[in-house]
């Protein structure tokens, strides 16, 4: 009996991509194409992973090409190509130019691989993962933002980094855009189940709030040529895990937001059930109406940045 093995594409091999490229091989989620514009560069960095593979121990197909004909019939797709920010930018500034390339890389895909999944990298990611979706044509289900694991990883490693406990013990909630006005929720981070306003005095809480939601710029200012990529890269496989091996967890993602909290039809960070559909379920929550209004906010600088696009 033949067994299909999934096809994992990543478009743009700089960071965030190649690094994406190196979990989930090794994680032998299926065999992996890596893509960029630079000649090359993705078969380089193919190469060099698929020798890591006697030393690791994964038996994943790894190549890298310039030519999407390659990418045909892929499962899903992890689309990173485009420009990172750079000290004092926000992720905003980079959407004009991320814009023309998501949607050139949106058109390419398509064209070879009608049914994949798209997980969308590239910023400002809120905005991104819209014109994915408008130009693919795709049903909302299968085009999803990659925002909320990462900025959850950032508030759960800033929980256990301050209580001094396991990462695997701690749980974080973060709704909304991927911006300045992202909103972790610490009523729902727990450690081992307890609450973390049962832990911690509202201070440190909110000091750890504020630098989830700047988290990004930290590492862009220690970088100063680039922006985070570990992180970014291992929260997109992790949603790619739950798709491809139908899990169903239930992971904060830029999803399609129509009725649901009252979002009006645009892509915001909401916790969804991830399998082999795509999105299966959005969860919807009762916010305080402190949360609501911050909720909002974010929402609106969504909208603003989608009004804005050259579509
Ligand atoms: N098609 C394919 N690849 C492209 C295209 C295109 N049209 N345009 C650019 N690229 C490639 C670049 O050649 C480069 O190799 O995208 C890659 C981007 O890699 P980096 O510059 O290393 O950027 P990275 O840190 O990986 O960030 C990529 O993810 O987190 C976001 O904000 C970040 O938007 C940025 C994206």
Same mark, same amino acid.
């Given at each position: 009996? =033949?067994?299909?093995? /999934?096809?994992? *594409?990543?478009? %743009? ?5 190649? *690094?994406?490229? #190196? ?16 000649? %090359?560069? +993705? ?27 390659? &990418? ?34 949106? &058109? /390419? $895909?398509? !064209? ?11 910023? +400002?990611?809120?905005?991104? *993962?819209?014109? =994915? #979706? ?24 800033? $929980? ?10 701690? /749980? ?5 855009? #991927? ?10 981070? &727990?450690?081992?189940?307890? +609450? ?5 005095? =509202?201070? !440190?809480?909110?000091?750890?709030? !504020?630098?989830?939601?700047? %988290?990004?710029?930290?590492?862009? /200012? ?65 916010? *305080? ?10 929402? =609106? ?11």
């Amino acid at each position: 009996m =033949a067994l299909k093995r /999934n096809k994992i *594409t990543v478009v %743009g091999a700089g960071f965030v991509g190649a *690094t994406a490229a #190196h979990w989930a091989a090794s994680n032998q989620l299926g065999d992996v194409v890596i893509v960029d514009i630079i000649e %090359g560069m +993705p078969q380089g960095k193919a190469l060099d992973l698929r020798q890591a593979a006697p030393v690791v121990g994964f038996d994943s197909n790894v190549i890298g090409t310039n030519d999407y004909k390659d &990418t045909a019939d892929s499962d899903i797709v992890i689309i990173t190509a485009g420009v990172p920010r750079k000290p004092g930018m926000s992720r905003d500034d980079l959407l004009a130019i991320n814009t023309k390339i998501v949607k050139d890389v949106v &058109t /390419n $895909i398509v !064209k070879y691989s009608p049914n994949a999944i798209l997980i969308i990298v590239s910023n +400002p990611l809120d905005a991104m *993962t819209y014109v =994915a #979706h408008k130009v693919s044509g795709f049903p909302a289900n299968r085009v999803i933002g990659m925002a909320g694991v990462l900025d959850a990883a950032r508030f759960r490693a800033f $929980i256990a980094m301050e209580l001094d406990v396991s990462v695997e013990d701690v /749980n974080a909630f973060v709704l909304g855009g #991927h911006g300045d006005t992202m909103v972790p929720l610490p009523r729902y981070s &727990t450690v081992a189940g307890i +609450p973390l306003p049962d832990l911690l005095p =509202a201070d !440190k809480i909110e000091a750890m709030c !504020k630098r989830t939601a700047n %988290g990004g710029a930290e590492i862009v /200012n220690l970088l100063k040529t680039g922006s985070a990529f570990f992180a970014p890269s291992a929260s997109a496989v992790e949603m790619v895990q739950s798709i491809l091996l139908d899990k169903k967890r239930i992971l904060p993602c830029c999803v399609y937001c129509d009725k649901e909290y009252g979002a009006g039809g645009y892509f915001v960070g909401v916790p969804a059930k991830l399998g082999k559909n795509g999105v299966e379920q959005i969860i919807e929550i009762k916010l *305080t109406p402190e949360e609501k209004v911050a909720f909002d906010k974010s929402v =609106a600088a969504v909208k603003e940045l989608v009004k804005a696009l050259p579509l």
